[in-house]
């Protein structure tokens, strides 16, 4: 598929939005781009819609406004214009599409202020949305076992929560269950545990399908480091220098080994 205005706009909305997702996707193979660029960058589009105002309804209105956008993929239906919408109506299989309706219900959470009721809600919220997104990926480029790649989605989000913990904190959210150190490391090892089980059954993602898996190529190093220094999490200082992460980015891209 050829980048027309809608997907290089869609391209330079994850350069500058998600650029670890952007180096992700520009290291995969050239067919598989236009569809990872277009669902990335609806994962931004909806990320941000309930941050759009201060008034709840308001906010539900924008969540409200991708679920119908999935539904109409889901139900061939012809889709409202939108730079992002139009080509992921065009890329996306409408089977994959009723996961846009559960990763936009997930994002409501992101509209309030009430903290996760207990782990399953929390566990919910992760696979719902890092989950989701990576099996929707996945699966529009090649056979995968969907446990295994949710597994291995549940870990790499689990890795970015970490990461943002600051930033939600600043913004009033109650982002953890358990905010103290042990807590933090207890959740460290959990998102560990799933990408070393999605791993165990690497043989069950297609070649082509790992692509999407690319995209979660700092989460161990995160984990590891939340685990071996979980004050990190709170000074916003986990992370790999820039040279480490594209090189492991790179070599996971030569090998095909996420």
Request: net charge positive.
């Given at each position: 598929m050829q980048f027309d205005a809608d997907l290089t706009a869609c391209a330079e909305l994850v350069q500058k939005s998600d650029p670890d997702r952007f180096l992700a996707t520009m290291a995969a193979p050239v067919p598989a781009r236009p569809l990872l660029f277009a669902l990335y960058a609806f994962n931004i589009e909806l990320a941000r819609a309930p941050w759009a105002s201060k008034e709840g309804m308001i906010a539900e209105m924008r969540v409200q406004w991708w679920r119908?956008?999935?539904a109409e993929i889901a139900e061939g239906?012809?889709?409202?214009?939108?730079?992002?919408?139009?080509?992921?109506?065009?890329?996306l299989k409408p089977e994959l599409a009723a996961c846009i309706d559960t990763m936009a219900e997930a994002r409501r959470w992101d509209?309030?202020?009430?903290?996760?009721?207990?782990?399953?809600?929390?566990?919910?919220?992760?696979?719902?949305t890092s989950g989701s997104l990576m099996w929707m990926a996945a699966?529009?480029?090649?056979?995968?076992?969907?446990?295994?790649?949710?597994?291995?989605?549940?870990?790499?989000?689990?890795?970015?929560?970490?990461r943002a913990i600051p930033e939600l904190e600043a913004q009033k959210r109650i982002p953890l269950l358990d905010g103290t150190l042990e807590g933090v490391q207890n959740l460290a090892c959990k998102g560990l545990e799933r990408l070393q089980k999605a791993r165990s059954q690497r043989a069950s993602v297609s070649k082509p399908s790992a692509v999407a898996l690319l995209a979660g190529w700092q989460a161990e190093a995160v984990l590891k480091q939340a685990i071996r220094q979980p004050g990190r999490v709170a000074q916003g200082a986990l992370g790999q220098s820039e040279f480490r992460r594209r090189a492991g980015l790179m070599r996971r891209a030569v090998t095909g080994r996420w």
């Amino acid at each position: 598929m050829q980048f027309d205005a809608d997907l290089t706009a869609c391209a330079e909305l994850v350069q500058k939005s998600d650029p670890d997702r952007f180096l992700a996707t520009m290291a995969a193979p050239v067919p598989a781009r236009p569809l990872l660029f277009a669902l990335y960058a609806f994962n931004i589009e909806l990320a941000r819609a309930p941050w759009a105002s201060k008034e709840g309804m308001i906010a539900e209105m924008r969540v409200q406004w991708w679920r119908d956008v999935g539904a109409e993929i889901a139900e061939g239906k012809q889709v409202r214009r939108h730079y992002v919408a139009t080509p992921l109506a065009r890329l996306l299989k409408p089977e994959l599409a009723a996961c846009i309706d559960t990763m936009a219900e997930a994002r409501r959470w992101d509209i309030y202020k009430d903290p996760f009721e207990d782990q399953a809600e929390f566990d919910r919220y992760i696979d719902r949305t890092s989950g989701s997104l990576m099996w929707m990926a996945a699966a529009s480029l090649g056979p995968a076992e969907e446990d295994v790649v949710r597994d291995f989605g549940y870990g790499a989000g689990v890795a970015s929560w970490l990461r943002a913990i600051p930033e939600l904190e600043a913004q009033k959210r109650i982002p953890l269950l358990d905010g103290t150190l042990e807590g933090v490391q207890n959740l460290a090892c959990k998102g560990l545990e799933r990408l070393q089980k999605a791993r165990s059954q690497r043989a069950s993602v297609s070649k082509p399908s790992a692509v999407a898996l690319l995209a979660g190529w700092q989460a161990e190093a995160v984990l590891k480091q939340a685990i071996r220094q979980p004050g990190r999490v709170a000074q916003g200082a986990l992370g790999q220098s820039e040279f480490r992460r594209r090189a492991g980015l790179m070599r996971r891209a030569v090998t095909g080994r996420w």
